[in-house]
């Protein structure tokens, strides 16, 4: 065996997983971290870009659905604007309030 992957692959096959149910867990969670390391590392950049000094003062809520946008872009660039216009007169009609 010459790599982790290798080895939880083989403690499978063998069924010593089964029996060291611990042992098997944390080579699974080795093998997570660097997904996990580069999807926060991803999310931090991104939010780094954004939140330029200009836009310091804008609410949590708007800057979460900013970097989703953001982040998302390649899916975000499928959208025309005829869908958004569709979508938002499909919506129920809203009156609009007063601050």
Known sequence: ????????????????????????????LILTIPVSTATTERTF????????????????DFLANYLIVYIEREIAERFTIDMI???LYSMKERRAQLK
């Open 1 to 28: 065996m010459s790599s982790i992957a290798d080895l939880c692959q083989g403690l499978v096959e063998i069924e010593k997983s089964i029996i060291y149910p611990l042992v098997d867990r944390l080579i699974w």
């Open 45 to 60: 950049s991104a939010m780094k870009i954004v939140k330029t000094r200009l836009r310091n003062r804008m609410e949590d």
């Open 85 to 87: 216009i569709d979508d």
